[in-house]
């Protein structure tokens, strides 16, 4: 299983991000992963921001992006999207992308892609 993130970059506050994370290795169509992204700032520990479970479609978020935040996924493209709106300089982060079995409990991280939102 490999996770690709990308689509990070330096923003000013109130802009937005669209992050991407493609996964192979497994497909969306006919897996039970779920596919949650998880952000981690400086000097703090890694926190979830939002999930999805892929074959129902299922979303849920975190108290600090709810409102702001859209997690999607693209079954065809075995791909599954993070919107971020409205950002703030406290999202600033390294944004991981990850797929959990709750069935096996297998897990694999992405490699990460840095979100910067300053002025």
């Known amino acids: 299983v490999q996770l690709v993130e990308s689509g990070g970059g330096l923003v000013q506050p109130g802009e937005s991000l669209r992050l991407s994370c493609v996964a192979s290795?497994?497909?969306?169509?006919?897996?039970?992963?779920?596919m949650r992204w998880y952000r981690q700032a400086p000097g703090k520990a890694r926190e979830w921001v939002a999930g999805i479970v892929t074959v129902a479609g299922v979303t849920k978020y975190a108290d600090s992006v709810e409102g702001r935040c859209t997690i999607s996924r693209d079954i065809a493209r075995n791909t599954v999207y993070l919107q971020l709106n409205n950002l703030k300089p406290e999202d600033t982060a390294l944004y991981y992308c990850?797929?959990?079995?709750?069935?096996?409990?297998?897990?694999?991280w992405g490699q990460g892609t840095q979100v910067t939102v300053s002025s």
């Open positions: 290795g497994f497909t969306f169509r006919s897996s039970m992963y779920n």
């Open positions: 990850n797929a959990y079995n709750p069935y096996t409990s297998n897990e694999f």
